[in-house]
Antibody, heavy 120, light 110 residues
């Protein structure tokens, strides 16, 4: 069974940092691209970042570019999102999601989400 | 302001048919990129409902169907059931090197 298990959320002050891990199991993690998607309270889904299977291709939404860093460790079957210089508007539930195929492919498996609250 | 435009809400009685539209532009849907649809029940992660414009993952009832034409796509739900009450999102890819989502549509089963 494909599983994406998230942890690492919490309350952080504006300007602070947080690292979100996403542990994958039940599939060959190293052969799939991955995305981070977030959802602010009461709002819709917002794509955050994309990383290819080998980490050779990485994209970011303009809203997080220069502040967030996506990475992966295929030996540990893990995906990460390093979030720096956090702002109130980054408050959201963050989801990791598997891309079935290609950069424009559908997100066929999702983590359970982790809440990040940026507030003083 | 989402790149893909969806109606904020739709509603229908049990057994009826509803459609949810997703309007993009020549840089995303109109450029030929596939459209995918997700269902999000309250308090849960989104679930893939339709991929590659018209295909259903295994386990998704055939009451759900997708279509695409030009710069728009649609999700149709027939034989509406109470358990279909959820938020629905379309997603595609944009030539600006990013995935894009619609703003989401809340389906109410009357």
């Amino acid at each position: 069974e494909v599983q994406l298990v998230q942890s690492g959320g919490g309350l952080v002050q504006p300007g602070g940092s947080l690292r979100l891990p996403c542990a994958a199991s039940g599939f060959s993690f190293s052969t799939y691209s991955m995305n981070w998607v977030r959802q602010a309270p009461g709002k819709g889904l917002e794509w955050v970042s994309y990383i290819s299977s080998s980490s050779s291709t990485i994209y970011y939404a303009d809203s997080v570019k220069g502040r967030f860093t996506i990475s992966r460790d295929n030996a540990k079957n893990s995906l990460y999102l390093q979030m720096n210089s956090l702002r109130a508007e980054d408050t959201a539930v963050y989801y990791c999601a598997r891309v079935r195929s290609g950069i424009a492919g559908e997100l066929d498996s999702w983590g359970q989400g982790t809440l990040v609250t940026v507030s003083s | 302001q989402s790149v893909l435009t969806q109606p904020p809400s739709v509603s229908g009685a049990p057994g009826q048919r509803v459609t949810i539209s997703c309007t993009g532009s020549r840089s995303n849907i109109g450029a030929g990129y596939d459209v995918h649809w997700y269902q999000q029940l309250p308090g849960t992660a989104p679930k893939l409902l339709i991929y590659d414009d018209t295909d259903r993952p295994s386990g998704v009832p055939d009451r759900f169907s997708g279509s695409k034409s030009g710069t728009s796509a649609s999700l149709a739900i027939t034989g509406l059931q109470a358990e279909d009450e959820a938020d629905y999102y379309c997603q595609s890819y944009d030539s600006s090197l990013r995935s894009v989502f619609g703003g989401g549509t809340k389906l109410t089963v009357l």
